[in-house]
């Protein structure tokens, strides 16, 4: 379950910051789509121990 949660928040996270980075440029919507990448690992991180208790 832990992998699949992680999977699914990377994605859209980094997903939101490629589509919020992409009016203002390719290497913008890059560094976004990885910051948000990140936040979506950090959040799946917690959502999983919140989940599991």
Do not use: N, P, V
């Not at 949660?5 to 910051?17: E, R, V």
């Not at 913008?28 to 690992?41: M, V």
């Amino acid at each position: 379950m832990k992998k699949i949660i992680l999977i699914i928040l990377m994605s859209g996270f980094g997903w939101i910051g490629w589509a919020i980075g992409e009016r203002f440029g390719f290497m913008t919507a890059y560094f976004l789509g990885c910051i948000g990448s990140g936040l979506g690992l950090y959040a799946g991180i917690r959502l999983d121990k919140h989940i599991s208790g």
